[in-house]
């Protein structure tokens, strides 16, 4: 398998993920309800818009429009026979915008979890969720992706049993899951086991991270638990834009571009080496993300606390105490090893 998020990162260092998907098609016309895949026959223009206002904001990795393109999360919307055309279909148009670059750009393919649960909690068995995800990641490589993205993942098995489908197909691979739970995932994996998760497998993710969650503090507190668990690793981070909030009917994200350039550095600081944005990250937002990484000089590791000072308050309690606790115990262990 090529890497080219290998190859991309020997020549940047940092490379900067896109933004929202989801949250930008509702500005773009989706409705509540609709399937953001099925605009890949149905409004391709407006997938191609997306892609390229990412690119001119400065995204080193663009997200194909594809993640509930599974056949569980399709059969939702009457489309589970069109796994492969609508998978082929997104990763085309977002590789027509990044041949288009003037610089390298890599196509991500994007996957995302099926919305079952595998057995013993539920009635999808492993093997299942495997060819679920092949067939997925087979469209994703017709139409042009390079890397199959894995992402808002919460159980485990789940994980691998994506990265173990992204191996039969042939595509190289990364992961991430979504630590929202207490500074946990929803299935209980917690950041700094994150890597250990495709142990075994015939071929190792390109990076491993966190995307998601509740907010910009957050994740980059669950940055620190992965990087210092493997200081090596190619990590990701593709935080929130701040919090979300109800207005009405409409959720907003508190996250300006400011904070979001602030958490890019940040991120940084703390080891990432792919940093992006999720939901509510806006091409505006992006761009000042883009201008932080450029100007920045990556600085001393920040504490949860400078985390917090900087970003803003951790909106889970139980992961802010988890965190304190651990960060004492990390001293007491420096102080017996002095």
């Known amino acids: 398998?090529?890497?080219?998020?290998?190859?991309?990162?020997?020549?940047?260092?940092?490379?900067?993920?896109?933004?929202?998907?989801?949250?930008?098609?509702?500005?773009?016309?989706?409705?509540?309800?609709?399937?953001?895949?099925?605009?890949?026959e149905t409004a391709p223009d407006t997938i191609t818009s997306l892609h390229q206002n990412f690119v001119d904001a400065g995204a080193d990795i663009i997200l194909t429009?594809?993640?509930?393109?599974?056949?569980?999360?399709?059969?939702?919307?009457?489309?589970?026979?069109?796994?492969?055309a609508l998978n082929q279909r997104a990763a085309e148009i977002a590789r027509a915008v990044a041949d288009k670059a003037v610089r390298k750009v890599i196509v991500a393919g994007s996957v995302g979890p099926t919305g079952e649960l595998l057995v013993p909690l539920g009635a999808m068995t492993y093997d299942e969720a495997v060819d679920a995800f092949?067939?997925?990641?087979?469209?994703?490589?017709?139409?042009?992706?390079?890397?199959?993205?894995?992402?808002t993942m919460s159980a485990p098995d789940e994980i691998r049993a994506a990265a173990e489908a992204a191996i039969r197909v042939g595509l190289p691979y990364t992961y991430t899951g979504s630590f929202d739970t207490a500074g946990r995932t929803m299935m209980g994996l917690l950041p700094k086991d994150i890597h250990g998760v495709v142990d075994g497998l015939p071929q190792a993710?390109?990076?491993?991270?966190?995307?998601?969650?509740?907010?910009?503090?957050?994740?980059?507190a669950s940055?620190?638990?992965?990087?210092?668990?493997?200081?090596?690793?190619?990590?990701?981070?593709?935080?929130?834009?701040?919090?979300p909030?109800?207005?009405?009917?409409?959720?907003?994200?508190?996250?300006?571009?400011?904070?979001?350039?602030?958490?890019?550095?940040?991120?940084?600081?703390?080891?990432?080496?792919?940093?992006?944005?999720?939901?509510?990250?806006?091409?505006?937002?992006?761009?000042?993300?883009?201008?932080?990484l450029d100007a920045h000089t990556r600085s001393d590791r920040p504490t949860v606390e400078a985390?917090?000072?900087?970003?803003?308050p951790m909106?889970?309690?139980?992961?802010?105490?988890?965190?304190?606790?651990?960060?004492?115990?990390?001293?007491e262990r420096r102080r017996s090893r002095a």
């Open 307 to 312: 985390i917090v000072e900087r970003i803003g």
């Open 65 to 84: 429009n594809s993640f509930g393109g599974t056949r569980h999360r399709l059969k939702l919307h009457h489309a589970q026979d069109r796994v492969h």
């Open 134 to 151: 092949a067939e997925q990641i087979e469209g994703l490589k017709a139409g042009g992706a390079e890397v199959a993205w894995i992402e």
């Open 223 to 243: 940055l620190l638990d992965m990087t210092e668990a493997k200081p090596e690793a190619t990590v990701i981070v593709k935080g929130n834009c701040g919090i």
């Open 315 to 331: 909106r889970n309690k139980v992961a802010t105490e988890n965190t304190a606790e651990t960060s004492e115990a990390r001293r």
């Open 205 to 220: 993710p390109l990076g491993v991270g966190a995307n998601c969650g509740v907010g910009a503090s957050d994740i980059l």
């Open 1 to 40: 398998m090529t890497n080219p998020i290998d190859a991309l990162l020997a020549e940047k260092g940092v490379l900067l993920a896109d933004g929202a998907t989801g949250t930008n098609l509702f500005a773009m016309g989706l409705e509540a309800g609709e399937a953001p895949e099925l605009l890949n």
């Open 245 to 292: 909030e109800f207005r009405g009917t409409e959720i907003h994200y508190s996250g300006t571009p400011e904070l979001m350039a602030d958490y890019v550095r940040l991120a940084v600081d703390a080891g990432a080496r792919i940093v992006g944005g999720c939901c509510g990250t806006s091409f505006q937002h992006l761009a000042a993300m883009r201008k932080a």
